[in-house]
């Protein structure tokens, strides 16, 4: 006979039982499994920042108008139209074609240059490095606003200058079309692919395609037969993720496209609250429709993340691979390079400071006349100082909070596997799957009644669900490069779960956390999704009074304002830069 | 394992805590009228104790900026803005009064509609400010809401720099038949009725209004022939200057004045049968800062309030006790709208109340004819 | 019977040597600002099997990956069969060389069969030439069996035979290994070594092999490089260096080595050691310098055994350990601690007095470390 012994999930094999030792002939006592505590707290936390307010999304769907309105009464009327009508088919299918284009396009050229830019060595390279990424702090929709003063079909300003200056009167590009928008959706996801797949790239074992030259083949042919295929599982994980955003993006079709013949789904959700009339149940089914779709992609993304962990391995001595000379063509590259930066950084911004700087929507060059009123007028606003304040309130808090919850998050399904491991994995990760606005409506609905509603906090809550995704993701990554057994000695020579955390864990950690911050920095500062709908006007960020300013056709204010955010984002990067000494980049993806 | 359950359970005790107590003071007592006549000295002193107010309004953001400004300036009291168009804010406001969530403090919106909405569900005070009889009584509710930000009106607006002479005159002439005119194809963009209650009802009249015989589906069909281009209020104007397109079909007055007086090379003209409503503002019920939104409204009705209100917006003052000094009037182009010929009263016209509520057949028709997608 | 010395090797082995002739001339190899080779010069012949061996750090990988083209020189040059492949200013890149090279990490590509690793390198030939030369390096290779499997399936053993089969099938002019054996457990090692140098034979081509493991580079090498630091510390066949180590890292770094340093007389036959220790052998080093007397622990006898021998000293034991095929002894000279290999029937214990003897022909000097 033998007993047997469990302790903390490690089963240790049986003992036999000593000879003369008598043994009970009850059954053996097994010390039960608790599910740890940190695990416990981590999806209480998740259950009122993520589960909530989707939980909330349903039910509002079942209403028959806004909940906690006089007249309100449970109601399958918005569910049926959305589910089981044909009336948003043709949306829905819009929008999923629409994503999947955008998303396909996006890896497609930030593949291309994520391998240019980490394997040739392109001259300038940290120039185009910066420049592929620097779309990202900018609003979308203030980028959006910028594309339509540059490319608006009648007014726009290269059609406009390039008719007088050549003499036609030739439409030259339409932003407003289909092309317009997927192009400006581009131009905000392309950064997002380039990370991802950068990120794979440099991770990569350089034996792996030195084998390849080794064995005689060139450049491209090592890059097509060796790298891609490797490296393939990422670009499918980047390829899920930008699809989710993209099915879940409202401002820049709703900037740019009421004329492209069908409404994306998520503007149909914007429409739903905001238009009159309005029916924020239609709202709420739609982001429930939404919310399948993009769950699956979601599902579809991890999959594809475990594949690629499984190509990745780390090379012998850690190397990572190392840069190939080539003449000739890079050249022609850098040119290619140039032109994208060109036209997703450079020519956004420039527009944007004429924007700032003439009094009214005039776009011929002939015609402009210059001024600083709409500086003045942002200037003069009295809440303008408040504004600012709130969004430094948002970027410095919402960071913080949601990384320190991305760490705890990270852990627990890192470290402690098993049931609640994984559902808390993917609990954390369906904010991705729910678009801002439905999200921050499920927000709005969970806090109607408390006093934190209309406040900063409700926004900094509903923020911090949003992007927690991010967060753990990051954590995750950097929490599965450090070695268990580091974590284990502390635990040998004393030190408690959490007090390990603290002083060996957490350290480790830092140079993953401190990415995941600045990119967090970024999109809270830049965000308008969340807080448009749940700030009140003393808790206003100015992405917010920016948002306002373009729903009330004072665009130029809007650039000001814009241009001013853009200006804090990258205060607050070079301030990361010099002070904590991490870098925006895809190293520590 | 046990000492982190007690942290966790301890931090999220202090947070709960922290959180509820963080705003719930319970609001001070309005004061009320003895007599019909408020005691001034008494109300100003309790509004300024209480220190601010919020104001939830649709109008323009500077707009609101700039008028409310001046209440602040006289009597030190922090006016905070919250701007939504129309809907949204109805929307908000009634939610959070539905959950007795007292945010806003006065109330004010273009749709009379939403606004005698509220005041059936007594979200809105009663009180009358001692200025009331100033401002005309058909567009007032009596006791609850008044027209301080006076009234606008649809036009169509036209861009001088696009047009020929002769184009302007035909124009100006039958400003819908021209938007209907085939030599303005592509040149034309709309705003959609979908945007306000106003602008259904501007299209409504001239398709199964008293419009209908002159103009009916018929000259909107033109319209839609055009191929126009889609845009609400604000940015219908801003495209309009930018040279989107020539001919800007429902845009308010309000919006295309001002940018007029900024010099931009846009004018508009009225159409014969043409809507019109007035903003409706007013206390709301169980206001956390109920004075200081009691002394708003005297202020706002007073006629120096109306008149600055007057020279932002360039809309014809409310009150009665206003001289129409605007600047709009001496403009060339400028022809006062019709008042007599205005429809307002399409904010308690049951058919058109019927036709263009959520379930009704007037808002999809209009989005065949013109092939919006919505 | 594994050749000695070049001379040695039979004509035949030579004849049959196919690959070329390598020459590295003062190669100088920088990273950044640290110099990692330091100007060394080599030659291999056609057939040879040549190992770079030494401490992490010497420059070995390096230079391999310099041969390789996968590193780039800042001085010198590498000449393959009489042309320059590198050099400070050309560079012939890694595809266009004919070289092939097995990986530490093998390099198995996880995306591909275990045939289409093979026949990767296969150009301009027909689909079933490519299969009856990926078929029979498969067989050399004893993996017929795996073809169609995955890379990631195999064992570590398993996917160092398909770097090797992949490294071979192209006929490459020379084959460079960079510590193939490293990640494999002792047993596999071992039997892994015996194969390759088999391999390597049979098929005959030259060979630029790095390891720091001196068992490694003493069985299979016909001459082995030893670096330190960036510079060759001595090149020669292994019998060489381990019978007659140029410098005390050299005696030190293969095989176990005995040091008793003090001068030599001017003859250069007798070494005047500290603790008085004197030490005579039959090979005279420099006479009059300081010097380092170094003998193997397996030439080390004790007690009867030592009494005709020419050199005999008192020393004392400190520990004993049982080593399976002989005692390991650890004794104390005046002139410091030795080692000795005795055999298992020794009667000794820590504490014993013992006379041990070296005979003088098993001793060589070598030249005092300066510093030391």
Redesign the interface.
């Known amino acids: 006979m033998t007993l047997r012994f469990e302790t903390d999930g490690a089963a240790t094999s049986p003992v036999a039982a000593p000879p003369g030792v008598p043994l009970s002939p009850r059954r053996e006592r097994v010390a039960r499994k608790r599910p740890p505590a940190l695990a416990v707290v981590v999806f209480i936390i998740l259950g009122g920042l993520i589960a909530g307010p989707v939980a909330m999304v349903f039910i509002g769907a079942f209403q028959s108008t806004s909940l906690g309105l006089p007249g309100n009464t449970l109601s399958f009327d918005a569910i049926l139209r959305v589910y089981a009508s044909t009336e948003y088919l043709p949306s829905l299918f819009g929008t999923l074609g629409m994503a999947v284009l955008v998303a396909a396009l996006a890896v497609f050229f930030g593949g291309i240059f994520a391998w240019l830019l980490t394997r040739i060595n392109i001259p300038l390279r940290p120039v185009w490095e910066l420049g592929i990424i620097v779309p990202l702090f900018l609003s979308p929709f203030i980028g959006a606003l910028a594309w339509l003063m540059l490319a608006a079909p009648n007014s726009g300003m290269i059609n406009v200058n390039l008719r007088w200056l050549l003499g036609t009167d030739q439409t030259f590009v339409d932003i407003r079309s289909f092309g317009g928008v997927v192009f400006v959706m581009l131009l905000y996801y392309i950064p997002y692919a380039y990370l991802l797949v950068s990120s794979a790239l440099k991770n990569m074992d350089p034996s792996l395609e030195e084998a390849s030259y080794m064995n005689g083949r060139g450049r491209i042919e090592t890059a097509l037969k060796v790298t891609l295929p490797i490296v393939r599982p990422a670009l499918t994980a980047a390829f899920f993720f930008v699809a989710v955003l993209a099915t879940g993006v409202f401002v820049v079709p709703g900037v740019l496209g009421l004329n492209t013949g069908f409404s994306p789904l998520a503007v149909e959700v914007y429409r739903s609250v905001t238009v009159f009339p309005s029916n924020p149940p239609i709202g709420a089914a739609l982001g429930t429709l939404l919310f399948w779709f993009t769950l699956g992609g979601v599902y579809l993304y991890r999959r594809s993340v475990r594949n690629a962990n499984r190509f990745v391995t780390v090379g012998a001595r850690g190397t990572r691979p190392r840069v190939i000379k080539v003449r000739g063509w890079r050249h022609v590259a850098a040119v290619g390079l140039a032109l994208y930066v060109l036209l997703a950084a450079v020519l956004p911004y420039a527009v944007l400071i004429v924007m700032s700087l003439t009094p009214y929507a005039i776009t011929d060059f002939r015609k402009m006349e210059f001024s600083f009123q709409s500086l003045i007028e942002v200037i003069n606003t009295p809440d303008v100082l408040n504004s600012f304040a709130n969004t430094l309130w948002l970027g410095v808090l919402t960071p913080t909070l949601t990384v320190l919850v991305g760490l705890c998050v990270a852990y627990v399904v890192v470290r402690q596997r098993g049931r609640i491991g994984a559902v808390v994995d993917y609990l954390s990760t369906f904010p991705i799957a729910v678009p801002g606005i439905v999200f921050a409506t499920g927000v709005l609905w969970l806090y109607l009644r408390s006093p934190i509603y209309a406040t900063l906090a409700v926004v900094i809550i509903a923020l911090i669900g949003a992007f927690l995704p991010h967060a753990s993701r990051f954590a995750s990554a950097g929490l599965i490069q450090i070695d268990k057994s580091l974590e284990e000695a502390a635990r040998m020579n004393g030190a408690g779960q959490l007090r390990t955390m603290f002083t060996i864990t957490f350290p480790l950690l830092k140079p993953a956390l401190l990415s995941a911050w600045i990119l967090l920095f970024v999109f809270s500062t830049r965000e308008v999704n969340e807080a448009v709908i749940l700030s009140g006007p003393r808790s206003r960020p100015l992405a917010v009074l920016a948002w306002n300013y373009v729903e009330q056709g004072s665009i130029r204010n809007a650039a000001v304002v814009g241009l001013f955010l853009t200006l804090v984002m990258i205060a607050g990067i070079v301030f990361a830069r010099i002070v904590l000494r991490t870098k925006l980049d895809s190293s520590n993806l | ?5 007690r ?2 359970a301890v931090a ?1 005790a202090a947070s709960v805590l922290a ?2 107590t ?3 003071a319970p609001a001070p007592e309005a004061i009320e009228p003895t007599d019909g006549a408020v005691d001034m000295e008494a109300l100003i002193e309790a509004a300024k104790t209480e220190g601010e107010l ?2 939830y309004g649709d109008a ?3 707009t609101l ?1 700039t008028w409310t ?1 001046a209440f ?1 300036r006289e009597y030190g009291i ?1 006016v ?9 804010l109805f ?1 908000r406001f ?3 009064m ?4 007292y ?1 806003a403090d006065v109330f004010s919106i273009a ?1 009379r509609v939403s606004m005698e909405n509220a005041v059936e ?1 007594d979200w809105i005070a009663e009180y009358t400010p001692a200025g009331a009889d100033l401002y005309p009584a058909e567009q007032s509710g009596a006791g609850y809401f008044y027209p301080v930000q006076n009234g606008y009106f649809q036009t169509v607006a036209y861009n001088t720099d696009l047009l020929s002479a002769a184009e302007i005159e035909l124009i100006r002439e039958d400003p819908i038949a021209a938007a209907g005119d085939p030599q303005f194809e592509g040149r034309v963009g709309v705003n959609m009725p ?4 106003q602008a ?1 009802a501007f299209y409504y009249r001239l398709a199964e209004g008293d419009g209908a015989e002159d103009y009916g589906w018929d000259a909107l069909e033109a319209i839609a022939a055009n191929n126009p ?3 609400s ?7 309009l ?5 020539a001919i800007a079909v429902a845009l308010t007055d309000s ?1 295309a004045a001002p ?1 007029v007086i ?3 090379p846009i004018e508009f003209v009225y159409p014969e049968l043409t809507t019109g409503g007035y903003f409706a503002t007013g206390v709301v019920e169980n206001a956390q800062h109920p004075n200081a939104a009691r002394l708003f409204m005297e202020w706002a009705t007073t006629p120096e309030a109306n008149k600055l209100y007057t020279q932002v917006t360039q809309t014809v003052p409310a009150n009665s006790d206003v001289v129409d000094n605007r600047v709009i009037v001496d403009e060339d182009f400028y022809v006062s709208p019709q008042i007599d010929t205005v429809w307002f009263d399409f904010i308690t016209d049951a058919d058109f109340l019927e036709a ?3 379930d009704g057949e007037f ?1 999809p028709e209009w989005n065949d004819v013109f092939g919006y ?2 | 019977m594994t050749p000695t010395t070049l001379a040695d090797t039979p004509a035949s082995t030579l004849a049959a040597g196919r690959g070329a002739a390598l020459e590295v001339k003062d190669l100088r190899i920088k990273y950044g600002d640290v110099e990692a080779v330091k100007g060394i010069s080599f030659s291999i012949q056609p057939g040879e099997f040549l190992t770079l061996l030494g401490p992490s750090g010497c420059g070995k990988t390096t230079t391999l990956r310099c041969i390789a083209g996968l590193e780039s020189p800042s001085g010198g040059s590498i000449e393959l069969d009489g042309k320059v492949i590198a050099s400070a200013t050309t560079e012939l890149p890694p595809e266009k060389r004919g070289i092939n090279m097995v990986f530490q990490s093998y390099a198995v590509w996880p995306h591909m069969t275990v045939a289409k690793n093979v026949g990767y390198g296969l150009k301009n030939l027909s689909k079933a030439e490519v299969a009856e030369r990926v078929d029979e390096v498969l067989g050399l290779v004893g993996l017929t069996k795996y073809a169609k499997r995955y890379g990631t399936e195999l064992s570590g053993g398993q996917q160092q035979r398909v770097a090797l089969a992949r490294a071979i099938v192209t006929k490459p002019k020379v084959l460079l290994f960079d510590e193939p054996l490293s990640n494999l457990d002792a047993g596999l090692r071992e039997q892994m070594r015996f194969e390759l140098l088999e391999l390597q034979r049979t098929v005959g081509i030259t060979s630029v092999y790095v390891t720091h493991d001196q068992t490694e580079a003493m069985s299979m090498s016909d001459r082995v490089v030893l670096m330190k630091d960036g510079v060759i510390e001595q090149l020669d066949v292994p019998r060489e260096i381990y019978r007659r180590p140029a410098t005390e890292f050299a005696a030190n770094f293969l095989g176990r080595a005995n040091l008793v340093r003090g001068a030599l007389d001017p003859a250069g036959l007798k070494l005047a050691g500290e603790g008085g220790v004197t030490v005579v052998s039959t090979e005279a080093g420099d006479g009059g310098s300081a010097a380092t007397a170094v003998f193997r622990s397996e030439d080390v006898v004790l007690g009867a055994a030592a009494a005709k021998l020419e050199n005999r000293w008192t020393a004392t034991v400190e520990r004993v350990a049982f080593l399976g095929r002989h005692l390991d002894l650890a004794l104390r000279l005046p002139s410091g601690p030795i080692r000795a290999e005795v055999r298992t029937d020794l009667a000794v214990q820590a504490g014993d007095e013992v006379v041990v003897g070296v005979r003088a022909d098993d001793v060589h000097f070598v030249p005092a470390e300066p510093g030391s």
């Open positions: 394992m046990k000492s982190i359950r942290i966790a999220a959180v509820v963080a705003c719930s919020t104001f323009n953001e500077t900026q400004q602040t922090t905070n803005i919250l701007r939504l168009p129309g809907s949204q929307q009634a939610q959070e539905s959950a007795g969530q945010q749709d569900q979908q945007s306000s209650q259904a281009l889609f845009y209020s604000a940015t219908l104007v801003q495209n200057i930018a040279g989107e397109y919006l940018q900024g010099g931009a263009s509520a959520a808002l997608s919505g």
